[in-house]
């Protein structure tokens, strides 16, 4: 697992304030001044650190500085900590907010592939749990295979658009993606999200403005490629301000699409820029016709179709087992899913999802007397 810079900053040691550094420049000064001087009339250089009244040296050896080394020590510790400011490209944030970015001072891992039979071994996993998902398994499975043979870092997948049906577990694949990669994966219900200001976040100067869902995904997992999974992106309402201009969340998506400009995104809130090109998109959508083009070009849809069935119950099998469910109970949830009064509904693996989670709660329970 390599590491690369996420964040356009500079971290100084916090270690190094005034004090530290003028104690290190008054010892280099004396290190300088002893040079000059014989020998025998020093005492050790670390005896003393203190700024003084008497220059050279007093009876016990120890080289003094005059009130004007004083002075002349102070200004340059305050012209360093002046320039350091300037160059972390952080000075207009609270203290607060730097801390935060901290943790990101020694850049943030990513998510490698091992090799390319790795790569077949989850491309498998995937078909063998979802075979209807076959169109975005392949894709992601070119993906992973491309990233190894061409000795990228770490793990680069395309922006994916999954388009298709609702109750087929389109967003269900995206996090059993990044279980399959041990990365981290983040959640957007974009319906319920407040535009883009979800996502990116929001800049300072608006009523409770905030990072985003992105920004606090990379801090907290410290991981540069986790699978960001946009549900029902098509749903997204718009916000827009009291002059006029409209945050839609497809607009906010577009540079974080196009790995030029997510090399360097500006995070509205930090207001920092950050390197989001290895950020894995899954976005999801039931009609992909109510996107706009500029979205649709970067994601061209992935058409997906109903699970049959068959499908259906060969998948609440593997989850029933994995569950640790009795057969009994996995038979029954097979039985009531192909109950005729259900023919009419196309099967929906949401509705197998609760009844398998019924179950376990069931199963696990205590005993009633």
Known sequence: MSTIPVVEARFFDPKEDRIEL????????????????????????????????????DSMGIIRFSD???????????????????????????????????????????????????????AAALHEDMPWMAAATEVIWHAM????????????????????????????????????????STVIEATGENASFGIVGSQRGWGGSHPGRLIETILQSRIANPVMVVDEVEKAGTVVSMNGHAFGLAEALLPLLEPLTAQRWSCPYYQVRFDMSWVIWVLTSNDHRRLPEPLLSRCPPIRLRHLTLAELQAFVRREGMKRSLSETSI????????????????PSLRVAARMLGRAADLQQGPVLH
């Open 145 to 184: 295979r491309r990233s190894w043979r061409e000795g990228w870092p770490g793990l680069r997948i395309p922006p994916l658009l999954l388009d298709g049906p609702p109750g087929i577990g389109k967003s269900y694949l995206a996090r059993f993606l990044a279980k399959l990669l041990s990365t981290t």
């Open 331 to 346: 038979e029954a949830i097979c039985e009531i899913l192909s109950h005729p009064s259900l023919r009419q509904h196309q």
């Open 22 to 57: 003028e104690t290190r420049l008054m010892r280099h000064l004396r290190k300088l001044r002893s040079k000059r001087m014989s020998p025998g009339l020093l005492a050790p250089p670390d005896e003393a650190d203190t700024p003084g009244e008497i220059p050279d040296v």
């Open 68 to 122: 004007n080394d004083d002075a002349r020590i102070k200004r340059r510790v305050k012209r360093i900590l002046e320039r350091r400011k300037a160059a972390s490209g952080l000075e207009h944030l609270k203290r607060d907010d730097r801390e935060r970015l901290e943790v990101l001072k020694d850049g943030a891992r990513l998510i490698q592939i091992s090799s390319e039979h790795r790569a077949d071994e989850i």
